[in-house]
Structures are given as C-alpha cells and as structure tokens.
C-alpha cells in the first residue's frame, strides 16, 4: 500500500492504483509473521523443516493477497469504494475490468490450494484440507457474496482465528505433528496484531463505511473505541508473548533434549521481560497517529508500522523460543 506515495492520485481524480498497491505489498510481511512464529516453535522442538516452512508462507501470502484482491472486487462492485479516503481501488476506478480482479482473486486462493495440498501431503495430515478450504471461504466471504461477515463487523472474528492461530499453530502442527499448550499465547498476540490491521484499516474510513452498510468492528465501537482497541491490539500481544517464553521454559515441552532448556529460569524471565521491551518503540511508532487523532490517508503510516510489528513480533518472540531451549 503505497498511498502516501500517490497523494497526487487525488489531486487528478479518481483513478486506478497499481496491482502492487491493490495488493498492499507494504502488509505482506505481516503474512509470514505467524509462520516464522511457528517455524520457531518447530525448531524450539527440534523438528524443523525449512520446505514445509516454505509451502505455509505462501500459502499465507496466497491466501492474503487474494483475500485483499477479492476485497478490491466485491467492495468495488457494490460501490463500497466509490468514496474511500485511501488509495484509489482497481475496481472502483474503472480501469480494470471486475472480472479481471476477480479471477485475480480466484488465481491466488487456487495458488494457495495447491501449497496447501503439498505441504498437507508432505505431512500426511489430511484432515488440514478441511480447514484451508474454511480459510479459503473465509477470505472470499468477508466482503464476498450476499451476505459478507465483514459488513456485520465480525471481519476481526475470522482475521485472529486464520491469520493468528491456524497459521501459527498449523505451521507448527505439520511440523512436529503436535499442538504445544505454551505457544498458544503468543499466536494469540500474532492474531490481535493481525486484528490491529484490519482495525486501523477500517478507522481510515469509518466516516463513509456506514452509508453503504458496511457495519465494521471500528465503525460499531466508534472513532473513540476503535481507537482505544487498536492500541491495545498492539499493547497485549506484548504480554501474551513473555507469557508464551516463561510457559515454554517451565514446562519443558519446548526442548527436545532435557526437558528444560540450560538456560537458568532467571535468565528465561530476562530474556521474557527484555523481548517485548525491544518491541515497545515499534508499538509507540505504529500508535503515534492513532493516539494523535490522525484521520484519513495520515493513518496509512499506523497500517505500515502495524504490519512491521507483526514481523518483528514473530521473529523475535521465534527467536527467543529457541534461545531458551539452547
């Protein structure tokens, strides 16, 4: 999402951004966030593999890109862009045909399905086909056909479930074949993060969402609310993670040798404490024109840093996992 960079697309008039910008090329690190999350959670336990690592971030990437380019499709068709203080859309503008964002949209989930399907045929667990076809739907069905989960404001709901605990825990499940109690927390704090992108998202337009009856979580709260909840979508997920390192240390499931770790319980608390402070000048950043009462295009800088922290977030909550169990 490179909005800021194309203020001059408003000074013309309304017109079509690139596919990069549709694509929110500048939110996709937020993507394989849980995945490089649950890679070190398979790593903490000595069973990674880098291919299957591989096939869950694309199926990650697939499944978000086609998830923003069905959201450019069905928001366009139903005249939900047609006055949005972001980016100009492909749809709303005109200058791509509907259909070609469509089966865009179409192209990227059945890229995603096809990932999918190795990494489940690499893991033997079959049953996992179940759940990428319910993520699938998921992400058609937030603004998609008649009835979008999206325009009732349960868009965060499906956001945390997929995008924070099945792709953190799953990338860790066809892993090791198990599902850690001890990283649960922290795929919660990947979720809120997730959460805090939609919500920021959804601020950006909460003046004109309701007059096409697209009821999201930020504008049911109100401005105040949304505001307030996304700050603490990027606050929690701080404490979630330490939570996740102390659990993992004490109950010894993260280490596939003693038990343990030799790393002192002292020393699993520093490194617990010292985690989320690294973190804490990336929440402030992100939150700065949130809690300024930035409006409009001047809250894209919040969606960018946002998408930042959920990167860092898993690298560094992965990373101390598997310095723990050293």
């Not at 000074?11 to 995945?35: I, Q, Y």
């Amino acid at each position: 999402m490179s909005g800021e960079n194309g203020e001059h697309a408003q000074d013309s008039g309304p017109r079509a951004t690139s596919w990069g910008e549709v694509v929110r090329l500048r939110t996709l690190p937020a993507a394989v966030a849980p995945v490089i999350l649950g890679a070190g959670a398979a790593a903490a336990m000595g069973k990674l593999s880098v291919v299957r690592s591989l096939l869950a971030a694309g199926v990650a990437l697939a499944l978000q890109i086609g998830c923003n380019l069905a959201n450019d499709y069905s928001d366009g068709v139903r005249g939900t862009d047609d006055d949005r203080t972001g980016p100009p859309r492909l749809t709303a503008s005109g200058q791509v045909a509907p259909r070609t964002v469509k089966l865009a949209a179409f192209g990227c989930f059945g890229l995603g399905a096809l990932l999918g399907l190795a990494l489940v045929a690499l893991s033997g667990q079959w049953w996992l086909l179940v759940v990428g076809a319910a993520a699938i739907a998921a992400a058609w069905f937030y603004t998609g056909g008649s009835h979008p989960y999206g325009y009732a404001g349960l868009g965060e709901v499906f956001v945390f479930i997929f995008f924070g605990l099945v792709a953190t825990v799953g990338t860790t499940y066809v892993q090791t074949g198990s599902l850690p109690g001890w990283l649960w927390p922290s795929a919660c704090g990947i979720g809120l993060l997730a959460c805090s992108l939609l919500m920021v998202n959804n601020l950006r337009d909460i003046d004109t969402d309701p007059a096409h009856g697209k009821m999201t979580l930020a504008v049911r709260l109100g401005e105040g609310g949304a505001r307030r909840a996304f700050s603490l979508m990027l606050h929690v997920p701080l404490l979630l993670g330490a939570v996740a390192l102390v659990w993992a240390r004490e109950t010894g499931s993260a280490s596939p040798v003693d038990g343990g770790g030799h790393i002192s319980p002292l020393l699993t608390l520093v490194i617990a404490l010292a985690a989320p402070l690294l973190l804490l000048p990336l929440v402030r950043r992100a939150t700065a024109p949130v809690r300024s009462g930035a409006r409009g295009r001047d809250l894209i800088a919040s969606l960018r840093d946002a998408g930042l922290l959920e990167l860092a977030y898993g690298v560094v909550f992965a990373a101390t996992t598997i310095i723990i169990t050293l």
